[in-house]
């Protein structure tokens, strides 16, 4: 479908008449047996360069919408230059751009003025006909659908409707679709534009089958399942395939980053004026870009909405998110080890180059709603976020598309020079032939008069949410509303919505409201429950009654809909309810804070009332926002030490991390002791997510504040001090662990001392130094029985176990495994007995005792699965497949290995993949099967680079290096093709020698 409409030529309505031709080939286009590709605002290049690149799949049908002129010898089509001034293009220019793909036409449809016109003389003259449609016909097109005259706009367009809805029913009959189209109009009483100006011009002998000429090559479905976008948020909008309105930006964009060569470009205006929805309309036509070259391979959605990604952890959520989408599932590390990338720079170098290697650079990156990330003046609110999006935005691939949206333009760049060319358009209102499609697409609106359209239309106005609104408030009622109809062209659109909601009773207002400060999903029983604890109501039957007539009400009124007790609300009347100072129905701030620590409040409970982490998690994520916007300190208080004991494992460290930081200096400024308490929580359990960096930080500020209770600074150098030894630093966690001792023995507080002996211990330990190790054991020992803290006496026992057991000296170890195991029994303490029992099958199995180890392994599953340890079962299952396959019983091997990949992948320990690989492999060759061998071992290797387990990988290679000579051509040839040549070629050096 190709359209032109120069700016110096009478104005076309191009836009509607795309329009129509979309709703008239929606069915056939949804099913995929028809693609279209439109070119826009098109030139000479861009056709040549459309129809040069898919020469060899072809184009069956060619539609033309535009200018045409005739000037009594020759035709011509009205092309674009690059200014958008007209380009008259001759019959014979028209020819020599179509003539690559003559082969393969079967329709060329002309939809302008006079494209098979004739002049006198040429009728009876010797040059022959000197119009487009024939020159076009005699090029070799069998069938030519095209205007003997001038045309209106109305008529053609009406014609051509009408002609694709026949052609689209699955016949290929234009002799038919033209019929129709005629009779569609040949009650036009303009004697200059009657239906006989639509001819059709044909070669067909009558010999051939009607229908679509089949394609040398078949292009199948463009957008294949690795082409889809990647996104994390609930308002990411998916298309159906249909091509619908905003044609005039799709040019405007696609204009500003092939021929400006504008690496980013963004759009404003207006809340709920399209900018999502086009930005889909971008996704769809750069994943199946009618140009190969020019055809992305993959789109990320980024979505900045409040509670969504307006702060730096939300961000990096859906980021790490959507990196594991794409599978890139290690992307997390990066970003949470403060160790090995430092900076944002790095971080996203390693994503960019991931971007690289799998998809060329050929991305479509949409970032969504930055309003929510900024100032007024345009600045990012966390200076963090926007290096982020800075680093991001710059140092993409040079093949990377950018689409940026916001409420008002900002300043890509406004520290210094711009790294990339970038493009601003505003997003205007719907014109008033994109609105007219909007109403006639429902039946009993498209049957009103045209007076009655038009006071809808007006009425409306341009913006899509409003208009949508309208169009489904006068399909339930009548007449519209007076408080819309008085609204005048001038009134802000956002005086339009206030008309509606005036229109609402107290009570179902007030649920309204509640519902916007509620976060998605907004379910019924949360709103409820919510009113509820705000203004402490006994009487639910009552609630539930009120809140029913209101929801009544919202769809009447099409504010909103109610589908499986889910309401759905759009975002424009979120934002008229909370924020637009405009609004007379906005809310004030101590109501909406109110009702923000009412909906906490229920999260919260509602947490606390569910079994399971994953779930708690998942509903304490959704009350987040609400907490921290809402000033009541203890609530806070509590919700982050909830998160502190759930999040971990679950939760990217980054989203707590953000929260934290979000709500700290405002636990500094409390300064009391519950503000310290849940300071040191955070920091600890930073420390467990590896955000050492992070949580040493806070340390050090609750360490200088004077404020800090005395008796919590012992506590603050212990942990320091574990911080330090998780990374391996030692000197310092020995120098941290030390002062903590000292304060505890200043402040009294001896219960603490055993722990952080039983922690120098640890240091030694991990150095392989034992007696300093077992000194520091026994200081725990008998500080730990002077206080009554037994509970750490199992712990220390298994250490010392595991001491001997380093040094192979077994029966002291298996001695202090036992006397472990009877004191996690003693205190309750079940949780470790599994782990413990695992290093005591660890040492019979060492000794070749077989039947004890087995034993001792069962007695780990069992307690790990009843104590929901579920991260050690691999490890357990797998070192089970070692014995047995010690005693070459295979299949019981091959069993428990199969069993330890399992767990493995569901607790994601997938750092020990690639050794349970190669152990089946092993199993395999020992059965001289090389073919099940050569499988395992090749998986094993692949997943153990990935996760960059070298030591796996290397024993996989010397594995791999022993069955090479055994290997088939063919089997070589798949593993060049799936690990590389140079690695191929060492194996066969290493098989060699």
């Known amino acids: 479908m190709v359209s032109a409409a120069p700016k110096d030529q009478t104005r076309l309505h191009v836009e509607n008449e795309l329009l129509k031709a979309a709703y008239a080939l929606e069915e056939p286009m949804a099913n995929r047996r028809v693609i279209v590709d439109e070119v826009l605002n098109c030139t000479r290049e861009k056709l040549g360069e459309i129809l040069r690149c898919n020469v060899d799949s072809g184009y069956d049908i060619l539609y033309f919408t535009g200018h045409g002129h005739f000037d009594g010898q020759d035709g011509y089509l009205i092309l674009e230059k690059g200014d958008g001034a007209a380009d008259p293009v001759s019959a014979n220019d028209v020819v020599t751009l179509l003539r690559r793909q003559r082969e393969t036409f079967s329709l060329v449809f002309l939809n302008c003025c006079n494209a098979a016109a004739v002049g006198d003389e040429e009728t009876t003259g010797k040059n022959g006909f000197g119009d487009v449609a024939r020159k076009i016909l005699k090029m070799g097109v069998p069938h030519v659908v095209a205007t003997q005259a001038s045309i209106y706009d109305d008529t053609g367009r009406e014609a051509m409707k009408t002609f694709f809805e026949e052609l689209g029913q699955g016949v290929f009959n234009p002799i038919r679709a033209l019929v129709s189209a005629r009779a569609a109009v040949d009650n036009d009483a303009n004697p200059y534009h009657d239906f006989y100006h639509f001819v059709h011009l044909s070669t067909w002998t009558g010999n051939e089958t009607w229908e679509i000429r089949p394609r040398p090559k078949e292009e199948g479905v463009r957008l294949t399942e690795e082409e889809q976008a990647a996104y994390r948020s609930e308002h990411y909008i998916e298309l159906d395939k249909n091509f619908v309105g905003r044609f005039e930006y799709i040019s405007r964009i696609e204009e500003a980053w092939w021929n400006e060569s504008a690496h980013v470009v963004g759009l404003h205006g207006l809340g709920g004026i399209g900018k999502t929805y086009l930005c889909s309309r971008m996704q769809q036509r750069v994943l199946t ?108 691939s040079k093949a990377t598309r950018i689409l940026v949206t916001c409420r008002f333009r900002f300043e890509f760049f406004p520290d210094g020079r711009d790294i990339v060319e970038g493009r601003w358009f505003h997003l205007g209102e719907l014109g008033i032939t994109e609105r007219l499609c909007f109403l006639n697409r429902w039946a009993d609106l498209r049957s009103k008069t045209w007076e009655e359209k038009e006071e809808i239309l007006q009425t409306a106005g341009g913006h899509p949410y409003l208009l949508k609104m309208v169009l489904k408030y006068v399909q339930r009622n009548r007449d519209l509303p007076e408080a819309i109809l008085k609204a005048s062209k001038e009134t802000a659109a956002y005086a339009r919505l206030d008309g509606f909601l005036s229109m609402l009773s107290p009570d179902a207002l007030e649920w309204l409201i509640v519902a916007a400060v509620f976060p998605e999903p907004r379910f019924e029983y949360g709103i409820m429950n919510t009113l509820i604890i705000r203004d402490d109501v006994e009487d639910a039957e009552v609630m539930e009654k009120t809140f029913a007539q209101a929801t009544e009400e919202w769809t009447k009124l099409s504010l909103a809909a109610v589908e499986e007790n889910v309401i759905h609300m759009d975002p424009l009347l979120v934002f008229q309810l909370l924020d637009n100072e405009e609004s007379s129905f906005r809310q004030t701030g101590e109501k909406i804070e109110d009702l923000r620590n009412a909906v906490g409040q229920f999260f919260l409970i509602l947490a606390k009332q569910t079994e399971g982490r994953p779930q708690k998690a998942t509903i304490l994520r959704l009350g987040v926002e609400n907490v921290l916007t809402q000033g009541d300190m203890d609530l806070i208080n509590s919700y982050l030490q909830e998160c502190a004991n759930v999040f971990h494992g679950f939760v990217p460290g980054s989203v707590f991390a953000d929260m934290v930081g979000r709500v700290e200096e405002r636990l500094f400024a409390m300064g009391d002791e519950l503000s310290f308490f849940t300071l040191g929580f955070c920091a600890e359990t930073l420390t467990g997510m590896r955000l050492f960096s992070r949580a040493l930080a806070l340390y050090s500020r609750m360490l200088a504040d004077s404020r800090m209770p005395e008796t919590y600074i012992g506590n603050c150098y212990n942990s320091i001090g574990i911080v330090y030894q998780k990374q391996r630093q030692w000197e310092p966690a020995l120098e941290n662990y030390q002062q903590a001792l000292q304060w505890y023995e200043k402040t009294g507080n001896h219960f603490e001392l055993g722990g952080t002996y039983h922690q120098i211990g640890r240091v030694y330990e991990e150095q392989r130094q034992w007696e300093p190790a077992l000194e520091n054991y026994q200081q725990a020992f008998q500080w730990n029985e002077k206080t009554g803290n037994h509970f750490q006496l199992g712990s220390t026992f298994h250490q010392i176990g595991y001491i001997y057991a380093e040094q192979r000296q077994w029966d002291l170890a298996l001695e202090n495994y036992q006397q472990a195991l009877q004191w996690y029994e003693k205190t309750g303490n079940h949780f470790q007995l599994g782990g413990t029992y695992h290093l005591i099958g660890r040492v019979y199995q060492e000794q070749r005792q077989w039947d004890p180890a087995l034993e001792n392994y069962q007695q780990a599953i069992q307690w790990n699965e009843k104590t929901g340890n579920h991260f050690q079962l691999g490890g357990t299952y797998h070192q089970i497949g070692r014995i047995y396959e010690e005693q070459r019983q295979w299949d019981p091997a091959l069993e428990n290995y199969q069993q330890a990949l399992q767990w493995n992948e569901k607790t994601g320990n997938h750092f020990e993949l690639g050794g349970t690989y190669h152990q089946i492999g092993r199993v395999y060759e020992e059965q001289e099967d090389i073919t099940n061998a050569l499988s395992f071992y090749k998986t094993g290797l692949l997943i153990s680079l990935q996760n960059g387990n070298q030591d796996h990988a290397n024993v996989i290679l010397e594995s791999l290096a022993c069955i090479f000579p055994k290997l088939s051509p063919e089997q070589i040839e798949t593993l060049e093709n799936e690990l590389g040549e140079e690695l191929v070629q060492k194996l066969k050096e290493s098989s060699a020698s």
């Open 289 to 396: 870009y009618a140009v190969p070259a020019k055809r992305l391979n993959k789109c990320i959605f980024i979505d900045f909405r409040q509670g969504t990604g307006h702060t730096l952890g939300l961000f990096l959520n859906q980021l790490i998110g959507i990196a594991h989408d794409l599978g890139f599932s290690e992307y997390e590390k990066v970003v949470e080890d403060d160790e090995k990338f430092p900076t944002a720079l790095e971080k996203l170098r390693e994503f960019r180059r991931w971007l690289d290697s799998r998809f060329q650079g050929k991305v479509l990156l949409i970032m969504d709603n930055l309003e929510s990330a900024l100032d007024e003046e345009g600045i990012f609110r966390d200076e963090e976020l926007g290096k982020w999006f800075r680093l991001l935005v710059g140092q993409t």
